[in-house]
């Protein structure tokens, strides 16, 4: 009787492989444990035996450079001839019709085959190529001398094929088109290949590329059947086996005669050469021989032979796992279609083939998509992608690099591209949506390892998150009328963060500390920088910085740091000299990347300081500073662009104040001199943690600490009688505050948007779901999640300070007292 699942036929369901694929998961696969991997279009995953396996081999044997005589070197050579032969067959390719070069990867072989025919002939060559293609079958069009074009449908590439008999050249012509769109699935006619080649029979010097790379990661590449097989596929191993990272360019030999003219050779590929003299060279006979330059990935190539086995072993073939994916994606398409908000709105906007049936001549086990809330907003792609991350679901967002399929699906226009290009859209950036469309799609793509519960888990997190089971309602403050008075507020506690990303200095009770018109003395003047790229590290990135803990020591004029549980202490000193900042330490400019701001940071030069560093994180970096008076960042909070003209309800999102045309500045922190949040917030937020549903636990969350969230100045509610009841966000609607008995006037900014580093516990550096999880459900403005206000020095406070520097002062325990909207 056929097994199902849910009711569901599951025929298809890891039919032919060795075991069910959740056996083979736990054995094979013990790194997903608790995470749910839905890139495989970015690369499958290995499995334990495939290393295992290699790893024998490699201690077994000892293999030697192929290009000697040595017997070690011959038994190399032995070993890929042999690999090489299985990888053919491994796509039904014979080898007396084709010949397999190896290569580092699928772009590897596209560019080796656009410099064949940059140098095939004195003019050049043209390009065509369809508009699903990766960018590396972009870019040939570079080299095309005699002109390129982009199809945008199948039926423009289907009238140039009809008409190639009449429009013959001189030149030679190259067609590449992806198999599969490595950005929704869509699938290409292999007959295209054919096709051409028929109708062009008379020139002969129109050639086919394939980009195979997507496709083989799921299906089966038959190449059995030489008159329809591409001149030229190129494709990725890691795509099918996870490792190793090689790739290959397969040739039909029919075609390789336009090969002969290619004029760089490498180490290996001829088989004399004259260096002086009349330039004269011979090259090898065969044709990975004269295209395989210098010393071959022997050992990757060798490990290929392990992938084949252990892969047979596990799945059987790549029709099997065809099979598999194609009913999980199924699955999860029916799931993601099927979803409504309670208005009736579409949840998921799909990006397909208009014929997509999950079949194998038209659709892959890839689905991109966008999120709508049920006012038809889109939800930016950013926040589904870092949220899917704390939930331990990995996917892919962007234009997957495959900039026609994506532009033709969002209906950009080149001159829609470069105007967001001049408005600062890059490739990974959180530019969402612009010109009310989004600039990026998001991607599940599926793999021979994915099961039933990777679909359900993710369907569960988008029904979680983003499918709305009710209008949003307002959450409502305790009535005005049972309180007798305003409740005031204090500073329950002030935070400096000496070294960006890196753990709290708590300002101790009874010590005023200055605030300077950058924010808290001190706070944020440093940050880590990596010895290789420059770039500052994050706490989202290392989550140990958070056990990075300074001190600052006032009275000996030192920052004072430990690491984790080590006693051991590096002492920094305070003072702004550029030089001997520390002993036996220069301090030396050097360029960073600060919160997507390039800027000159002084690097510390000293080993000790960089190792005291490295060794704890693991990562080669030094400490750089960034004093005041070499900063010219500026605050730049997220805010809309006008103000709410009502006060709301404490508690609701009102729209952020409209920008203040002078802002003020910053040194390394990401977006204003000061932060702060309030403690009532941070209890209600818990209360929700605590008592809202969690799907798939059977426990609550724990609440989060305050720390979390890494605020300057924490304000609490003074709460002297019964009546008073703690008023969480009330915040939202401040404009500005002042704080002490200076009564120092701080402005606020805007609202702080947050990510995924309010996950990392401050105490272990250890990554959970909370308190994301239900801010993501609970703090949405403007698609923004956001908790907390930025604020800085009043535009007053500036002024009076501009002449002679005014000494503003706060200390723990003051009285806050604020102006709301009104």
């Known amino acids: 009787m056929e097994a199902k699942i849910n009711g569901e036929s599951r025929a298809e369901y890891c039919t032919g492989y060795s075991e069910d694929v959740d056996v083979i998961r736990e054995r094979e696969y013990s790194f997903l444990k608790d995470t749910t991997y839905l890139d495989h279009a970015g690369t499958t995953l290995y499995p334990k035996s495939l290393i295992d396996s290699f790893a024998r081999d490699l201690t077994s044997n000892l293999l030697g450079n192929p290009h000697s005589r040595s017997s070690s070197s011959q038994l190399s050579t032995q070993r890929v001839d042999d690999i090489r032969l299985k990888a053919l067959r491994f796509f039904n390719a014979d080898p007396e019709e084709f010949d397999l070069v190896f290569v580092a990867n699928a772009t590897a072989a596209i560019k080796l085959v656009a410099d064949v025919f940059r140098d095939s002939s004195p003019q050049g060559f043209w390009y065509g190529h369809f508009i699903d293609a990766h960018t590396s079958l972009v870019g040939v069009r570079e080299l095309a001398q005699m002109g390129h074009r982009c199809f945008a449908t199948k039926d423009e590439v289907e009238q140039w094929i009809s008409e190639l008999a009449s429009h013959q050249t001189n030149f030679p012509r190259l067609f590449a088109y992806p198999a599969q769109s490595n950005m929704n699935g869509r699938r290409m006619p292999i007959q295209w290949c054919s096709k051409i080649r028929d109708t062009s029979s008379e020139t002969g010097n129109v050639y086919t590329l394939l ?159 966008n999120i709508r809330n049920s006012s038809g907003a889109w939800v930016g792609k950013s926040e589904v992608e870092r949220l899917a991350n704390v939930k331990n679901i990995q996917i892919r967002s962007g234009s997957h690099c495959n900039p026609g399929g994506t532009a033709a699906n969002l209906g950009w226009t080149g001159p829609d591209l470069i105007r967001n290009y001049s408005a600062g859209l890059r490739c990974g950036d959180d530019h969402d949506v612009m010109d009310g469309k989004p600039t990026g799609i998001l991607r599940v793509s599926l793999g021979a390892i994915t099961n039933i519960r990777d679909i359900d888990a993710f369907a569960s997190f988008i029904d979680e998150f983003y499918v709305e089971k009710a209008p949003s309602i307002i959450p409502l403050v305790p009535p005005v009328e049972i309180v007798s008075q305003q409740p005031s507020f204090y500073v329950e506690s002030l935070s400096v963060y000496p070294i960006k990303s890196c753990g709290a200095f708590k300002v101790p009770d009874g010590q005023r500390w200055e605030i300077k018109r950058e924010g808290l003395a001190w706070d944020r003047e440093w940050c880590l920088i990596h010895q290789g790229t420059g770039a500052a590290l994050s706490m989202k990135k290392y989550p140990r910085m958070a056990l990075i803990r300074p001190v600052i020591d006032l009275h000996r004029g030192l920052l004072r740091i430990t690491c984790g549980s080590d006693p051991k202490e590096l002492e920094i000193s305070l003072h702004r000299e550029v030089t001997n900042l520390v002993t036996t330490s220069l301090c030396q400019s050097a360029k960073s990347n600060v919160c997507g701001d390039r800027v000159i940071v002084q690097a510390y030069s000293s080993p000790t300081v960089a190792s005291f560093f490295s060794n704890f994180l693991g990562v080669p970096c030094t400490l750089a500073r960034f004093p005041p008076q070499i900063s010219t960042r500026v605050s730049n909070p997220t805010r809309s662009s006008k103000r709410t003209q009502r006060a709301p309800m404490p508690g609701s999102f009102p729209e952020d104040p409209s920008p203040i045309p002078e802002q003020p ?67 939202d609607i401040w404009q500005s505050f002042s704080i002490g008995p200076e009564q120092v006037h701080f402005d606020v900014l805007g609202s702080c948007q947050r990510c995924q580093m309010v996950c990392v516990d401050p105490y272990t550096g250890i990554r959970r779901e909370e308190p994301f999880s239900t801010l993501a459900k609970t703090r949405k403005i403007n698609n923004k999640i956001v908790f907390g206000r930025h604020a800085s020095l009043s535009k007053m406070e500036l002024l009076q300070g501009s002449n002679a520097p005014k000494s503003c002062t706060i200390m723990v325990g003051d009285v806050v007292t604020h102006s709301q909207v009104s």
């Not at 336009?258 to 003299?277: C, N, P, S």
């Not at 208005?343 to 001549?361: I, M, Q, R, W």
């Not at 500045?665 to 209600?684: D, T, Y």
């Not at 059977?698 to 709460?719: H, K, M, P």
Request: hydrophobic share 40%; proline share 5%.
């Open 211 to 369: 980009d195979a790379a997507s496709f083989v990661s799921t299906a089966p590449l038959d190449l059995s059947d030489t008159s329809t097989a591409p001149d030229f596929t190129a494709l990725s191993f890691y795509k099918i086996f996870g490792f190793p990272d090689l790739g290959a360019l397969i040739v039909r030999k029919s075609a390789a005669g336009i090969l002969e003219k290619r004029k760089f050779f490498g180490g290996g590929t001829v088989d004399m050469v004259l260096a002086q003299g009349t330039p004269w060279h011979a090259k090898k006979s065969t044709i990975h021989e004269r295209l395989e330059d210098g010393t071959l990935p022997f050992h990757n190539i060798i490990a290929l032979d392990s992938a084949f086995s252990t892969h047979a072993r596990l799945f059987g073939s790549m029709s099997n796992v065809s099979s598999h994916t194609r009913y999980l994606a199924k699955r999860l398409h029916s799931r993601l279609t099927a979803m409504t908000h309670f208005n009736g709105e579409k949840v998921c906007h799909l990006y397909k083939s208009p014929e997509t049936a999950f079949d194998n001549l038209t659709q892959g086990p890839i689905i991109a998509f």
């Open 665 to 731: 500045p910053i040194l390394l922190s990401n977006e204003s001199p000061i932060l702060l949040i309030s403690r009532s917030s941070v209890n209600r937020l818990n209360e929700q943690i605590k008592y809202n549903p969690r799907p798939n636990h059977s426990t609550a969350a724990r609440a989060v600490e305050a720390d979390v969230f890494r605020a300057n100045i924490v304000v609490a509610e003074n709460l002297h009688q019964l009546a008073n009841a703690e008023r969480p966000y009330i915040e």
